[in-house]
């Protein structure tokens, strides 16, 4: 479980494939405390460390994973934000994020704000029924608020900070990001729909 607050950003320093699988080698300033079995949010996607050495760690994608998210656009070099999973005597200061990406979505327009940024994403119309105005969503793993929300598209405001300490600076038209709806919304659409 996490939260949407990127810890800090790592940097893809090896990929290799094997079979259907990716293997990443990531540097940042918090691989030297990871565990093996630990689960680390990678651009919001939940992955086990593998092994860590020095500065580096390393996780394994399968196809599954590649198929659902961007991690098949992942390159040496690739900036990813990284979260550490929540501890239950923390504060909450995002929003509840299990690291299960749901779909991804496409930076449809970007606009600098007087020091600000806003975004609009563009994602699969199957999943328009999870997200409502100012409700949660979780991009690359930051959890953010939407607004102008339609079926298939919303706004997102990116502060200065947030700007500066993720990957979102990065983030142009054309690109596709990670998404996952808010979980609580989820299983109220589920209960919802089981109740027809």
Known sequence: MFTGIVETQGIIKKVSEAGNNKTFWI???ISSKLKPDQSIAHNGVCLTVEEVKGSRHRVTAISETIN??????WQEGSMINLERCLKINDRLDGHFVQG??????????????????????QFPSAFGQLIIEKGSITINGISLTAFNVSNDSFDVAIIPYTYKHTNMS???M??????????LGKYINRKLSLSK
Request: glycine fraction near 6%.
């Open 27 to 29: 540097k940042s300033s």
């Open 68 to 73: 659902k998210t961007t991690l098949g656009n």
């Open 100 to 121: 299960h990406v749901d779909a991804t979505a496409i930076c449809i327009d970007k606009k600098e704000k007087d020091g600000s940024w806003e975004f609009r994403f």
């Open 170 to 172: 990065s983030v142009n």
């Open 174 to 183: 054309g690109q596709k990001v990670n998404i996952e709806f808010d979980m």
